[in-house]
């Protein structure tokens, strides 16, 4: 077939343009972002954050995975005198325990067989940081540990015909670092180690202490 030569110009001057813009088309795909996998809350701060929304959201998967394996509620001297069966703290069996009760929706008995009205809302009032973290000192409780004072005002909704649990005060939450491996590379998130009931002042003749609204549906 014969081309003449306006047409061979004109062919070697379109394929030189697909040449120069292929390499551009390249350029234009959207780079591959691979998505940092959530091992758990980076900060005791978003620790705290996560802590409330699956309290307040009455989850008890979501809150049982904030919890380190050693985790302790320390009671109130009024907790441990209104339970003596209870004894002076609450580990990780017992907190899955009650709160699996707590946050069910269901009315529970307790282990004397009295009837126990279903909790049907919590609600934090006041959830706030008194003071920044600070690493504990030689021979606490809750060694590796950083801890902050919280002031907290919690309501636990019973319905219109039960009375409201009501609480306030301060609690001391420590917070335990953990490192895992993920495709090679390492990770840091934090756990609840351990939580000091101090919410009970005897002041409020409605206000009990937190450890007590956890015994009431242990």
């Known amino acids: 077939m014969f ?14 343009a697909i040449l120069l813009i292929m390499p551009g088309c390249n350029d234009d ?37 904030l919890l380190d394996q050693d985790f302790l509620t320390i009671l109130s001297t009024r907790t441990i005198e209104d339970f003596p069966d209870v004894g002076t703290t609450l580990d ?14 269901e009315p529970v008995t307790d282990p004397l067989g009295n009837f126990i009205p279903a909790v049907e809302t919590i609600e934090f009032v006041v959830f706030k940081s008194l003071d920044p973290w600070a690493r504990v000192g030689e021979g606490d409780r809750f060694p590796g540990t950083v801890w902050a004072p919280f002031e907290v005002e919690l309501i636990f909704d019973r319905g219109q015909d039960y009375a409201a649990l009501k609480l306030s005060g301060m609690v001391k939450i420590h917070a335990r670092s953990h ?33 007590t609204v956890k015994a009431t549906y242990r």
């Open 92 to 105: 990780f069996g017992e907190e899955e325990q009650i709160h699996q009760r707590m946050f069910s929706g």
């Open 29 to 65: 795909k959207d780079p591959v972002v691979v998505p940092v996998p959530d091992v758990g809350p980076e900060t005791p701060d978003e620790l705290m954050t996560r802590f409330k929304d699956a309290y307040s959201a009455m989850d008890p998967d979501k809150y049982l995975a």
């Open 179 to 211: 490192e895992v491996m993920v495709n090679s590379k390492k990770f840091t998130y934090y756990l609840m180690a351990g939580m000091t009931d101090l919410t009970y002042s005897g002041k409020g003749v409605e206000d009990i202490p937190w450890g």
């Open 3 to 16: 081309v003449s030569g306006k047409m061979s110009a004109r062919l070697v001057i379109l394929m030189f």
